[in-house]
């Protein structure tokens, strides 16, 4: 039979020199010899995705990796732009996790439009202003980031409705802005700054 090359999410084309390693004897992965695997492709991973931070390998379906972020950075909405199956079954695994999963759905195979997207981060604003305890914020403020000073409290909220209080500056949030924001919220102070990056990482 000839060799087909595969070009489709999975599964994936194999290599030569991966067929090959596929016929070694297997380890214990409790052994020292997986130890010594993770340890060497751990550097090789984060060179990758360039990152410093610890690359995770699940070794459950793509659902596990799904359920894990979800549980993990969402904290209780989720947006899902869904164009075909894969992101679909985001969909389905955030309202299976509990979450107020929220879909932008367009017909398999077409594109998210950015005005679709605009729409969105049209309801999120940073608001700056006076000192001021977050839950003394209007009811339908939900807050997704906050800082403050002695004398100025900034926020990063969600809502719906126009901003009526004259003491708060209000600026507009780009698309990194609120995934950051997102983020921030669901990573519960660690100690890493993420606003401080160009990219995600």
Excluded at 131 to 138: F, N, S
Excluded at 154 to 159: A, G, I, K, L, Q
Aim: charged residues 25%.
């Amino acid at each position: 039979m000839a060799h087909v090359k595969l070009h489709i999410p999975g599964p994936v084309e194999v290599s030569e020199k991966t067929f090959r390693a596929f016929c070694s004897p297997m380890i214990g992965h409790r052994g020292q010899g997986f130890k010594d695997l993770y340890a060497k492709i751990q550097p090789q991973l984060q060179q990758l995705l360039y990152t410093k931070r610890p690359v995770y390998i699940s070794t459950s379906s793509a659902w596990g990796v799904m359920e894990g972020a979800i549980r993990n950075l969402v904290a209780k909405k989720v947006l899902n732009c869904m164009c075909g199956a894969f992101s679909d079954k985001w969909f389905d695994v955030s309202k299976r996790c509990g979450k107020q999963a929220q879909a932008l759905q367009v017909p398999w195979g077409s594109p998210i439009r950015a005005a679709e997207v605009d729409k969105l981060l049209a309801t999120h604003r940073r608001l700056t202003g006076p000192r001021r305890d977050p839950t003394a914020l209007p009811a339908d403020h939900e807050v997704l980031e906050e800082s403050h000073t002695d004398v100025q409290s900034t926020f990063v909220v969600r809502c719906d409705g126009p901003i009526l209080d004259p003491a708060w500056t209000v600026e507009e949030l780009s698309l990194e802005d609120l995934v950051l924001a997102y983020m921030s919220r669901a990573r519960s102070g660690a100690s890493a700054d993420l606003r401080r990056l160009s990219v995600l990482r």
